[in-house]
């Protein structure tokens, strides 16, 4: 009897640490309010994005990499916004987490920042463009050529997507904002853009399904024309 309890013991002791490892990863999406400033942070799969913005006026964005290790994000930055000379700079930021909360000690002293979600979706990840629907109906491979990437990053509930060439240092634009995937509806609120901020607060609606690993999207464009783009994660 004592050797059973002793058992059940050590396995909820591991299920609780298991929970806890779970719950306090930096996986998903972080805010903070610094004045009029408005902090996004996003991690998933391996890749951060750190966006600034100021209501509907878009002011810096940078990403890259990161791992994490004994309390500390080793980052190494794909691309700068706002300083190109930083791009291939390696950050060690130290970091506590907890359930709601990231606390870092950064350059400008230290920050906290609340929990948004905790990046479990069917379409959090890492996306690249891969295939495109031709005229005639056909889909067509995508390969991308050169150092130039276009990425989109989903949490639990947010999005960003990202244009740069990490070879050349070169920023070419980002948007993100919130997204909802419910019954075959893909629906993406725009918070920031870079290259038009009359776009923000507008809401894009597209037909959207997973298939084979695939992230099958289709419907209009932000200027009216019609799609249907296939979406591989990054790390396949």
Known sequence: MKKHLILLLFAICISFTTVQAQTNSLSGAWEFNDGSDQHQLF?????????????DKFIMSRGGSYETSNG??????YFNSSDS????????????????????DVPAGHVNFNRVDDG??????????????????????????????TYKLLTGKKFQWVAIDPDKKEFSGTGGGSYTFKDGKYTEQIEFFSRDNSRVGVSLVFDG???DGKWHHSGLSSKGAKIYEIWSKVSE
């Open 85 to 104: 000379s930083t791009v291939g700079e390696e950050l060690n930021i130290p970091f506590e987490v907890s359930t709601n909360k990231l606390s870092m």
């Open 209 to 211: 399904k997973l298939q």
């Open 72 to 77: 500390t994000i080793k980052a190494k930055l």
């Open 43 to 55: 991690f998933e799969d391996g890749y951060f994005i750190h966006t600034v913005h100021q209501a």
């Open 120 to 149: 479990k979706a069917p379409l959090a990840g890492v996306w690249r463009i891969t295939g495109r629907m031709q005229e005639d109906g056909k889909v067509a491979d995508i390969h991308q050529t050169g150092s130039r990437q």
